[in-house]
């Protein structure tokens, strides 16, 4: 207010020092001070632009109000000048205003010209005792300022230094106010009428305060909270307690162009939130263009690419939950959009070096831009083997006309998100080769970066495109690969999915072999339906016998495919039998297949061993180390045998014991593992549980064999007898089940199951009547007889044969007494 022509004088040169110096800004509830630069605009008091009771407006409040005079005639200011600042007050008081400034230029120039100065009472007194009461410091002396002095430079820093106090003062309170009635405001968001979007601009009007101030955190903070305030609400709304102004939010989605991030703020955008007609997505996308301009600032672009992913993640959920009608394909198109805008916003601002040591913080976008680019090809025909029929066309050109126009910003630029979303979908060939692009280089960034899973997750993606496209040569590989990933980290669900794709890629390629290895492990899989597995059953029979038939030979399966091994039963149930004995093994199998089937035989391949001393062991010596009721069950494992993490077979530790012929004393002691052979295996076959190729048989002159008998599906149990022959210990090793011409072989028997046969010799034992045998004397000697395994019959005669010097005299009553193994007579 005041002199207009005065004040335009001194302007350039007062808007220029202002925000020369840096001001220590203190606010309150304990934050910590800041230094700042205050940069102030200036406009001409009109009474009008004074704030209303109520205002909400930040960014254009007057905060100080001043009145600037070079009078120096007192005759003057009483007549004029007086007044005029008399008005200027009241209208001050009127709007409530205590922040304003009087400002007194002197010039020794203008002093000559006058004559009625009274040099006693100054202007300066004058003005003083009429307005400022006690308040002397808020008319201030401005001394010459054009001039080029000590004196006008001293002048000019103690009116800025004022002037800068006095501003940031007002500015201080005022904004504490704002914020109050801004808390306020938001406690009320119970009540019934209150609107977010009302209250989004007011909060936002205070960030922009803070952007202003180049406070950049602090702005930011403002957004996050209306971030999680929305966020809030529409959990809230998922869960039933809905607010009246989210059915604001709820319009279906008509527009899908993606983020804006090139622009400061995207005000047309603003203008639907503060006229309450936002989707869901323009609040969304405002909300982070304003986030990203100012992490932008910060110097912080990785956390862009980390919000921006968690954002488009959040978006779909959130639509889903407010139950928002979405067109098809139409989130895919601004998910893509949005990934590609910012990665190029990111570009813009980082050289090349710093955007490839960061790709762990891109990829994810990369990654998500490629799968939805899939899932567009998908929808519009782009990958069936035809191409696109006329309702994928009508489809595409629905996606592309809710793109809009292409924005001014992007339209000279070549490779724009908007370009290359238009050109993918526009034909087969583009969209094929957009999509492999970005596949090829998400796998890439993938691998440098350690992340193999999510390699292999997109190269499965593309095994499916492969498939659909019909290239399972190319498919294989991908295949393959994310098989052995997923077999070595125990990844059970992804295992099974992964070798459903494999099985079909196989089958079209015509590994007939390969395809039956891996439809045999998808029978025994659990992870899948009994409808399924039966199915993969009845086709392994069905391709496997005319396999075999082409080749003119057996093929050979695992055994998990047709059956499992549920439990075995001994009898006698110690399993240990003396030479001639018999034995009979009792097999529970659990059939898989859909119907009873013809087994032509059934067969366990037994491994022989004779142990070292076993010619000592007896009965009593083997029953101890057997089991109770001779019944061992067996786990639910893959290929018949327990697995630890890492998909190598567990231990199989035992005890081991060596005795002294001559007295049976224990010589050494000793853990033996009797499963080396599994364990010690190249690396590459033990990650893959796959049957190796060329599986053959273990020779052997051991095998129980059960003839012609039909599996029923389910629990069926089958009886093998044997007799024993030759004295040592039996491990059931395999097996074997032949149907036709397709043999299903389960390779180990898991845990060890051995029976043993024992044969004790007979043995004769002298012991003499007296203390010693003396030459030439009749004296009495006892023998006892072992007969070991052989049972006594009647009429079975004992001879006896000795040296010609100790003749055995025969005495009519000495008589021979058997004796069982119970010690009865």
Not at 443 to 463: C, F, H, P, Q, W
Not at 480 to 504: C, I
Not at 793 to 800: E, P
Request: with cysteine; proline share 4%.
């Amino acid at each position: 207010a005041g002199d207009q022509n005065l004040f335009t004088s001194l302007y350039p040169t007062l808007s220029q020092q202002l925000p020369r110096e840096p001001m220590e800004w203190r606010r309150s509830y304990g934050r910590a001070p800041k230094m700042i630069h205050l940069e102030s605009n200036f406009v001409q008091f009109k009474e009008e632009l004074l704030p209303k009771e109520g205002n909400k407006a930040l960014l254009t409040f007057p905060f100080l109000h001043i009145y600037w005079t070079e009078c120096c005639d007192t005759e003057v200011y009483k007549t004029t000048v007086k007044d005029d600042i008399t008005k200027w007050q009241n209208v001050l008081k009127a709007h409530n205003s205590v922040d304003w400034l009087i400002v007194v230029v002197e010039s020794d120039a203008k002093k000559k010209n006058k004559t009625n100065i009274l040099p006693r009472t100054s202007i300066v007194d004058k003005i003083r005792n009429d307005f400022c009461n006690k308040q002397s410091d808020r008319c201030v002396v401005l001394s010459d300022p054009l001039k080029d002095s000590s004196r006008s430079q001293e002048s000019w820093n103690a009116f800025l230094t004022k002037l800068r106090t006095l501003l940031l003062m007002s500015f201080t309170k005022n904004l504490g106010k704002f914020e109050d009635d801004m808390r306020t405001l938001r406690e009320k968001r119970t009540e019934p009428g209150w609107s977010f979007c009302e209250y989004f601009m007011v909060q936002e009007e205070l960030a922009f305060v803070f952007e202003m101030l180049q406070q950049f955190e602090d702005a930011l903070v403002q957004y996050d909270e209306l971030d999680a305030l929305f966020s809030q609400y529409v959990v809230n709304f998922g869960a039933g307690d809905g607010a009246n102004w989210l059915t604001f939010f709820c319009q279906p989605v008509r527009s899908w162009n993606g983020l804006i991030l090139r622009k400061p703020i995207d005000m047309e955008k603003r203008e639907l939130i503060q006229n309450q007609e936002a989707t869901l997505l323009d609040l969304r996308s405002y909300l982070f263009s304003r986030q990203c301009t100012l992490l932008i600032f910060l110097q912080r672009p990785w956390e862009v690419s980390q919000r921006a992913l968690e954002l488009l993640h959040n978006c779909v959920q959130e639509l889903k939950l407010l139950e928002v009608s979405v067109p098809p394909g139409a989130l895919d198109c601004w998910v893509f959009l949005s990934c590609l805008e910012v990665l190029q916003r990111i570009e813009g601002c980082c050289d090349r070096a710093q955007i490839d040591a960061n790709v762990s913080h891109t990829v994810g976008l990369w990654s998500y831009a490629t799968e939805k680019l899939k899932s567009l090809g998908y929808l519009c025909g782009l990958v069936s083997e035809k191409g696109p029929n006329s309702e994928d066309l009508n489809r595409t050109v629905d996606l592309l006309a809710g793109l809009g126009a292409e924005r001014p910003e992007t339209a000279n630029a070549s490779q724009s998100p908007y370009k290359k979303l238009k050109e993918a979908l526009s034909s087969v060939e583009a969209f094929e080769k957009h999509y492999l692009d970005l596949s090829h280089a998400t796998i890439e960034m993938y691998t440098n970066i350690g992340r193999i899973r999510s390699a292999k997750l997109v190269g499965k993606d593309l095994a499916e495109f492969y498939m659909r496209k019909k290239g399972p040569q190319k498919a294989e590989a991908y295949l393959q690969g994310a098989l052995k990933t997923y077999l070595a980290e125990g990844w059970a669900l992804l295992v099974t999915h992964t070798r459903k794709q494999l099985a079909e890629c196989q089958k079209h390629l015509g590994q007939m072999e390969n395809y039956l290895q891996t439809s045999s492990l998808l029978a025994g899989d659990n992870h899948l339906t009994e409808d399924e597995r039966k199915s993969f059953c009845q086709e392994i029979l069905d391709v496997a016998n005319r396999q075999a038939e082409n080749q003119g030979q057996k093929v050979i399966l695992p055994m998990h495919s047709f059956a499992q091994l549920k439990t075995l039963h001994f009898d006698p149930p110690n399993a240990v039998v003396h030479v001639g004995g018999k034995l009979s093994i009792e097999l529970t199998l659990l059939s898989q297949m859909p119907i009873p089937v013809q087994v032509d035989q059934i067969a366990i391949h037994v491994h022989f061993s004779i142990e070292k001393n076993s010619y000592r062991k007896t009965a009593e010596w083997l029953t101890k180390h057997k089991t109770s009721n001779g019944v061992i069950s067996f786990p639910n494992e893959v290929a018949g045998f327990p697995l630890s993490r890492n998909n190598l077979p567990a231990l199989e530790l035992y005890e081991m014991y060596e005795r002294s012929p001559s007295d049976n004393s224990l010589n050494t002691a000793g853990i033996i593992c009797k499963n080396v052979h599994m364990l010690l295996r190249r690396q590459e076959s033990s990650s893959s549980l796959d049957m190796p190729s060329g599986l053959t048989l273990e020779d052997g002159a051991h095998v129980l064999k059960c003839n012609s008998l039909i599996l029923e599906p389910g629990v069926n149990k089958i009886t093998f007898n044997t007799q024993a022959k030759e004295p040592g210990t039996y491990t059931l090793r395999q097996l074997c089940t032949s149907v036709g011409k397709v043999q299903f072989v389960l390779l180990h028997i898991y845990p060890i199951v051995q029976y043993d046969v024992y044969s004790q010799e007979p043995q004769l034992k002298v012991e003499p009547m007296t203390d010693s045998l003396l030459a030439g004397i009749p004296q009495k000697v006892k023998f006892t007889v072992t007969t070991g395994h052989y049972t006594m019959k009647n009429g079975d005669t004992l001879q006896l044969s000795n040296a010609d010097a100790m003749p055995i005299l025969y005495h009519p009553e000495s008589k021979a007494v058997i004796y069982s193994n119970t010690r009865g007579k």
